[in-house]
């Protein structure tokens, strides 16, 4: 739920705090004690740490949360994650590690910024996840990875800036559905063939923070069986000679969506993401992408 903490495992409301003196006091000392690098920012600021306008945390301070909490278990999945190299010496995957983890928290910092500026709009945006290269990554015939911080960036969404969720991939939307673990009935030959790489639920754990119904595939000839009137969407001339066609394809869904009174949002490792960064989070190749998972 929005405005909720997290202290001695148990989920507190942040607003609370202005109405009982003594929870005011647990929730100063909350933070004094688990967010030491922010005291400065802290003793200078009044509110604590929450946005009492707008009724939520402020991101900068959620942010400092995430990365005290997990920062740990990140770290050590990313040992997991990262392949080793037959000549590797010990310093430079420490080193590679580290760069990996300092891509985890651009990403991680992006997306809190871009949610906390987002859910302050009415009405209350729809927000659309890229898959590969953005949640993680499937290389040719191997498993999919999860990139370790987003189940946890996830559930701090939901409980501090709840905004709808869906997926819009150039993935189809069954082969989607089937890797989010969602029942699909029988398998056509084609696609027993096409998911002979995958396995049912594999992205399982992304399931529960979406909203089943708002699963997308971008690609043109699989958009248009959904809703013939995609084809004819009008694209400005200027963003054929500006973006990949699979932007294009992007561009036209969310222009789809948008017409039936829904405000969008994008989180994409495509270059169409750069065209209104207030909107969308674009997953810089260098910076955000997961490479580290290749």
């Not at 990996?100 to 990403?107: P, Q, S, T, Y």
């Not at 559905?177 to 699909?184: A, N, R, T, V, W």
């Not at 754990?205 to 690609?219: A, N, P, V, W």
């Amino acid at each position: 739920m929005k405005g909720q903490f997290r202290f001695e495992g148990r989920l507190i409301p942040y607003w609370l705090h202005q109405l009982d003196p003594q929870l005011a006091h647990v929730y100063e000392e909350w933070l004094r004690e688990k967010l030491p690098r922010i005291n400065r920012l802290l003793k200078t600021d009044p509110d604590l740490g929450y946005d009492k306008k707008n009724r939520m945390m402020k991101p900068e301070i959620a942010i400092e949360n995430f990365w005290f909490e997990h920062e740990a278990f990140i770290r050590n999945e990313l040992e997991k994650l990262v392949p080793h190299t037959p000549d590797e010496n010990p310093k430079k995957r420490r080193e590679v590690i580290e760069q990996a983890l300092g891509v985890e928290k651009n990403f991680v910092r992006e997306v809190f910024m871009a949610y906390s500026r987002w859910i302050k709009e009415d009405p209350r945006p729809l927000v659309l996840w890229d898959i590969d290269d953005t949640m993680g990554k499937a290389y040719g015939s191997e498993k999919w990875k999860t990139r370790p911080c987003l189940p946890l960036l996830l559930e701090d969404l939901e409980q501090f800036y709840p905004l709808e969720m869906g997926i819009d991939s150039d993935r189809t939307v069954r082969e989607t559905q089937f890797c989010l673990g969602m029942e699909i009935g029988e398998l056509t030959t084609e696609e027993q063939e096409r998911f002979k790489f995958l396995t049912h639920g594999e992205m399982g754990e992304i399931q529960k923070y979406l909203t089943s119904d708002q699963i997308y595939c971008s690609r043109l000839e699989e958009a248009a069986k959904l809703d013939e009137r995609i084809d004819l969407l009008k694209i400005p001339q200027e963003y054929y000679e500006k973006y990949s066609l699979g932007s294009i394809d992007k561009i036209r869904i969310i222009l789809w969506l948008t017409q039936q009174g829904k405000n969008v949002k994008a989180i994409d490792d495509m270059d169409f993401a750069k065209i209104k960064p207030q909107d969308n989070v674009f997953v810089d190749r260098e910076t955000m992408m997961p490479r580290f998972l290749y």
